[in-house]
């Protein structure tokens, strides 16, 4: 097994999150950071001990990792995840996938043209609350599944007022919390029950004035959606919402109800009563440290799934190609013309 080695592009969630898993799983080597903010990748490589840079071609053309990792916004996407596959590497990109589904597509084109893996960062999967539900309809346990019912909030009106106009808060560069929650909540259901027949959604600005300045992207939505299994599917987020709210997930079938709170507890239901179930241990693959961040283990699991993947094992079932991330983008593509045009929107 050789060790692989990484280049990290992007030093928010890229710093956070992807830096510290790759350095604590020993597949992987990392190389080199690179930020888009001017002198921000060379001092934080200097600090971790790699190559640091602004320039993100220059930095894959010189190292040619054998992974690229991107964690920037959503419009660099497509031509880094590109010119990384054409250079040799395998990558790993957050969500949102893409700025739009054309983009999307050309990313999915790229892997299968250069035969290079590639997947989106829905690293949610990890969590074993939803790992029970998938297997809770998968064994008909719940019965036929007839409905599901995703539905959370932040951190308050006050909390999102204080939130920084950056380029999550800015349609143009990809940000807005469809993108940002949805997309998970969408890849979740589709792992859970299959394809998307069609949408209706709604994109909300709860909090369009901030601190400081005007947010120009949504913060808030709320979909009503058809699969082809025949389940209906509600999804609502408010980013204005107190935490307490959390976030909750419910699916009801023929025969029982299970429900997941915060991705922590399990719950299910054959009357008017709830029996939780036992959660087990995620068992990650390394030790985490105490002040691990929110990710970190599920980062690290994945991680390993990929570098299996790499060495031709057959991909775990958790891991979303770019191909399944394509179809997570034709939702929110579907999502957000319906509301546009006020209109349902068939995928199939």
Known sequence: MNTLRVVVIGTGFGARVHVPAYQLHHRYQLVGVCSM????GEELGKTLGVTGSSNWRQLIDELRPDVVSIATEPSWHR??????????????????MALSLAEA???????????????????????????????????????????????????????????PVNWLAQESHGGGFLGAIG???????????????????????????????KARADDGFVGFLRLTCGASASLTWHVAAPPARGVRFEVMGTEATIR??????????????????????????????NNAPHLLGNMTALLGDMARAIDGEPASPLLVPFAEGYEVMRVMDAWTRSFQNGTRQFLL
Not at 37 to 40: H, L, N
Not at 79 to 92: P, T
Not at 116 to 124: C, T, V, Y
Request: a negative charge; glycine letters at 10%.
């Open 37 to 40: 903010r001017q002198g921000r």
């Open 79 to 96: 031509d880094m995840s590109i010119y990384a596959m054409e250079h040799g590497a395998h990558v790993l990109c957050e969500k949102p």
């Open 105 to 163: 597509g050309a990313m999915v084109r790229a892997s299968e043209d250069t035969g290079k893996l590639a997947w989106i960062n829905h690293e949610f999967r990890y969590f074993p609350a939803r790992q029970i539900v998938k297997e809770w309809i998968d064994m008909g346990k719940i019965g036929v599944p007839l409905s599901v019912v995703m539905a959370g909030g932040a951190a308050g009106y006050e909390a999102a007022y204080q939130r």
């Open 183 to 213: 997309s998970h909540w969408i890849d979740t259901l589709r792992w859970w029950l299959g394809d998307v027949q069609y949408v209706t959604g709604e994109l909300l600005r709860d909090v369009p004035e901030r601190s400081s300045g």
């Open 260 to 289: 997941v709170d915060n991705d922590l507890r399990v719950w299910t239901s054959r009357g008017m009563d709830w029996e939780e179930l036992a959660v087990p241990d995620a068992g990650w693959p390394v030790s985490l440290p």
